[in-house]
């Protein structure tokens, strides 16, 4: 049995084909936003006040990791497109689609900028992001 | 085409080019190498720790890394099965666009135009390359929206899940550890002789962990991981 889609559906598949290193991230991001924080709300293994406390620490971290990650995504697909822009990154292959190769340059500068900033900005961030809200929502809860 | 590039140059153009034929591959592997640098930075961070005592501190990171390794091994078997199940809905001629002719949707035809094979180019294609690029990207499209699906679950449903139940499961055992030491230590000169000493607790599974040892300053660091 074959299912087949519009010509409309078609055009989005393909298009998704070349889906972005940030866009990619957005959609398990915002997903995350909902389930993560619900996981843990619903944790039938720690008591109700734990579950509250853990529930809102996920999504605030979740929410961190997710604005940082797109952004650096962004910044980086954009430097990739333009190295390629002004030859400082060339093909090796001929007859290449340039804005092809020029996605997938943007892709690598992507991960390796994510790379980066998961080592040096995540880990304070996310640190010093808990401590603001979590001191904010459980006053008093915490050490 | 440029031979004087430089190395690190070199591996990113070649990288890209990987990238324009396995999309869904690469973004694949990209998330799980920064899942696993995430991992890293967080066990890092731990192990640098100096107001953590060695024994809190050596549980932490094997508790950090077993449900890290657990979660990191979970996502790569979703993401890359789904990866290839969307793969296979094209090459079965499950699933293909409307606009492709009815005597065209079996797979040996499926294969033969995703192959750009010879014969059927000059004969059925009568030289239009237009379906073999269709269909091409149309197949990867699949593959990135299933692998996408799969990260998706293996990142937000399936690994928080297992991270809940491995961090009660280190807890509950560091508990009991914890009692089980607290019971068996030498009696008091104070205590009677004939008195026999108290048998050793066990923690039924699940323990209902109460409030206020969760603010310990031991206890609360696995909810830091970044599979949560």
Redesign the interface.
Known sequence: ???????RI?Q????????S?SV?RL??GS??L???PA??YY?????K??RK??AA??AV?VAI?VFNGILTRIVAEKLGIWMVKKG???????N??AV??A???A???S?LA??LT??TL??PL??SG?NFTLDKLFPG??? | MSAQQSLWKQKIAKLAEYDIQHHASLLKWTTLIIWACSLAAEVGTFAANKKLPPKEKSFIIKQELTAGGISLAIMYLLADSFEEAGKRLVDKARLLPGELPPQWRNPDAVRKILKADADFLKTALKGNRAWIEKLVGFRKGVSVVAGTIGTIIAFNITTPLISNKIASYFQNRSLAQKVNMATSSPPSPNTPAHLPSPAPITIPAPVRMPAPLQATPTMPYYRYSPFR
């Open positions: 049995m074959t299912f087949t889609v519009g010509p078609t989005q598949i393909m298009k998704t084909g070349s889906m290193s990619h959609w398990i997903t995350g909902l389930t993560r996981i843990d944790n039938g293994d720690v008591d006040e734990t406390y853990s620490k996920t971290k990791t400082i990154i060339q093909p090796l292959s001929k290449l689609d092809a190769f996605n997938g340059v892709t690598v500068t991960f994510t790379v998961t080592f995540d880990i996310i640190n808990l809860q915490r050490k």
